[in-house]
């Protein structure tokens, strides 16, 4: 049965953490209405690449223009069925727009299925819906999932974790195992 899904974004998100759910949940199909503060349809925002390249953390490269499909004056929580927060930068600012804290915590309050990827549980943090919750996210998120009150579940990079309506991952490597963990909270 197809869902709703808000996808919440910003300049920065990873790449492949905005694109591939983007594209996998629509193949799924599921509509995906893919928002920004302070932006409307057919907007762009930038996004960045992150790779694992032996380094002491991910390196950093510029990205594509990702348009959105939906205006974000228009997001409600009621009129979707599940949210996706992917990581990359932009969870740095968006978890300082009110307006993000209240959709967020808007979804977690009616218990819809929130799936959060790499940097993505930092909007989970900053919303303050996680305690007492299993989550995972990037390793150097892990002192903010903690002071949220909820456990931090290491995983491998290919690992997910679904607790309650949470689905969480460390990063895109994850991509098929939390997309899977998802696809059965949507039904």
């Known amino acids: 049965m197809s869902k709703k899904i808000l996808m919440l974004v910003g300049d920065f998100v990873e790449d492949y953490e905005v694109m591939v759910p983007f594209q996998a949940l629509q193949i799924c199909g599921h509509e995906v209405a893919a928002a920004s503060p302070g932006k409307k349809a057919g907007e762009v925002i930038r996004t960045a690449i992150h790779d694992f390249e032996g380094d002491q953390t991910y390196s950093e490269k510029r990205g594509h223009n990702f ?4 205006d974000y004056a228009s997001a409600d929580a009621g009129a979707f069925d599940a949210l996706v927060l992917p990581g990359g ?3 740095e600012f968006l978890r300082l727009d009110q307006s993000v804290l209240d959709i967020i915590r808007a979804f ?3 218990g819809k299925p929130i799936a959060a990827v790499c940097h993505g549980p930092q909007l989970l943090t900053a919303a303050g819906v996680i305690a007492n919750r299993r989550i995972s996210a990037y390793p150097a998120v892990k002192p903010e999932v903690t002071a949220a009150g909820a456990e931090y579940v290491e995983l491998p990079v290919t690992g ?3 607790d309650g309506n949470f689905v969480t991952a460390p990063a895109w490597p994850a991509h098929v195992e939390w997309l ?3 696809n059965a909270l949507l039904g």
């Open 67 to 70: 348009q959105l499909n939906f």
């Open 89 to 91: 930068r932009s969870p």
């Open 108 to 110: 977690a309050a009616a």
């Open 160 to 162: 997910a974790v679904t």
């Open 180 to 182: 899977k963990q998802f």
